[in-house]
């Protein structure tokens, strides 16, 4: 019975792993536009103000179990990773 | 007008991040409950097979732009930040 239970609560966390997966990809195609539309104007990818905003505004909204330092932590990942792949989408770019 | 683009652009950034914001807290509330079940069946909570069962699951299911490796580094992060979510749980239940 217990273990039916268990597989249950399994299932649903990997519907929400791949929820997960395909909104940090939607995340990471969005970070691709901006960075392309701000390579254009010739402005800096990387915005201290802005990702700080990010943050305070994932605070705002924490509604828990995760702790605001574990959830900014787990973002700063997603951030870091998202600059990255600007960065190698430019250096294509100028391989082209 | 590119300047109305990125301002677009940011408030879809905006609404992604705390839709991610909710489904990490969603998927946390998954693991404590998985984490209580299996407190009572006094099974260990780590699993490490199925943590590598969840990763090739998001290799097998990754439409990018993130590579695989990214994403299950960012996932990996999740993952552990959830198992202390766990521990945190069983101490204060062993203080009761």
């Known amino acids: 019975m217990s273990n039916e239970q268990l597989d249950l609560l399994r299932d649903k ?9 395909e ?7 969005l970070v691709q ?6 390579s254009k104007q010739g402005v ?14 994932i605070a705002e909204n924490n509604k828990g179990p995760f702790e605001t330092s574990t959830l900014q932590h787990i973002f700063k990942e997603i951030f870091k990773a998202s600059l990255e792949l600007q960065e190698d989408d430019n250096r ?3 391989l082209v």
């Not at 966390?13 to 997966?21: A, R």
């Not at 536009?33 to 701000?38: A, H, S």
């Not at 800096?44 to 505004?57: K, Q, S, T, W, Y």
């Open 23 to 29: 909104l940090i990809n939607e995340r990471a195609q």
């Open 92 to 94: 294509k770019a100028l």
């Open 13 to 21: 966390l990997d519907e929400v792993n791949l929820k997960l997966l």
């Open 44 to 57: 800096n990818r990387f915005d201290p103000v802005r990702e700080r905003n990010m943050l305070n505004h």
């Open 33 to 38: 536009e901006i960075g392309q539309l701000k």
